[in-house]
C-alpha cells in the first residue's frame, strides 16, 4: 500500500512539473516570430532603424559589427565600426535623432575600470559598409582601484537607453549574496570621459541571480515607457516622471522557459521585440509581444498624491 502512494505521489509530481514545463515552453515560443541568422548566435542588442528595420550586434570576441536582419532574419546588411573592438558588446540603443549607441561595457569579473560606448550616425545614412565611432568612455566613481568585494560586486552592465542628452545604464547585479539590485548611472551622449553618476536603483528578485538579473532595456519612441528584460521577464515601467523611471507603474510580463535573453527592443509604442542567444539548439529566435495584449502583473502602482485639508 505504501509503495502504491509513493508511486502515485511521484506520478503526479512528474505530471505537475511536466504541465508546468509545457506551459513554459509555449509561454514563450507562442511568442516567436523569426529564427536570426546564425551568425548571430551570440546576439546581444536590437534596435530597430526610423525605416523600422532590424539591426542586431553580437557579444563580445565577434567582429565590430552591426547587422540589419531581413524580415525572415537573414542577413540583409553589415556595417563595421572601423574604430571600435568588440571586447564585450552587450546592448544597443538610439537617441530621436537616430544616432545608434554600441555599448562595449560587459564588465563580468567587476574589473574593467574604463568602459567604452560608440556612438554611430544613423544606420540608413550610412551607404557603404563601413562606419567610424564617437567613442564615449565613463568610469564608476565608486570603483577606486581596489578589489571589488563580493556583496559590492555590481559594475556589470548589459542595458542602457538614451534620453535627452544622456545615456542611462543599468547594471547586471552579480553580488554574493544577491541582492537583486540593478543601479541606474547617467552619463552624456556625447564624446568625452565621464564619471558615471548613480541616480537611482531597483530590486527585481533575490531568488536567484540568473533568473532575474537585467540583460537588456529599451525606451518606447513616445519615451513614455521603459522596459528591462532578463530571462524569464519583461519589467515595465509606465506613467514616471523625467528620468525618474522607477516612480510610476511597474508590472511584469511573464516570458516562459528560461532562456538566455540578451536583447530587447521596442517596434513602435505598443510592439515589444526580444531576442534570445542560441545554445545547444535552442533560442537564437525573435520574439513580439503586444502591451495592450500581454498578460501583467501588477508590482506597484504609482503614489497618488493626498490632498491635506486644514
Known sequence: MLKK???ITTTIIFLVVAAFIGTSIYTLYSKKEISVDPKLKEISGIEFDKQQRLWAINDGGNEPKLYRLNKDGSIAKEILVENAKNIDWEDMTQNKFGHFFLGDFGNNKN???WLTIYKIENPIDIKTDTTQAEIIKFTYPEMDGTPIKPNNRNFDLEAFVALGRHLYLFTKN???PF???TKVYKVGDHAANFKAELIDSFKTCTTLEKLCWITSAALSPDRKKLILLDSTSIWLFE????D????GDVSKIDLGIVTQKEAVTFFDDNTIVFTDEEFKGIGGNAYFIKLDEAKKEIIRKKPTSEKVHP
Open 5 to 7: 502512494t509513493i508511486l
Open 174 to 176: 552579480r553580488t554574493e
Open 111 to 113: 574589473d574593467r575600470r
Open 239 to 242: 506613467n514616471f516622471e523625467g
Open 179 to 181: 541582492d537583486g539590485i
Open 244 to 247: 525618474k523611471f522607477f516612480s
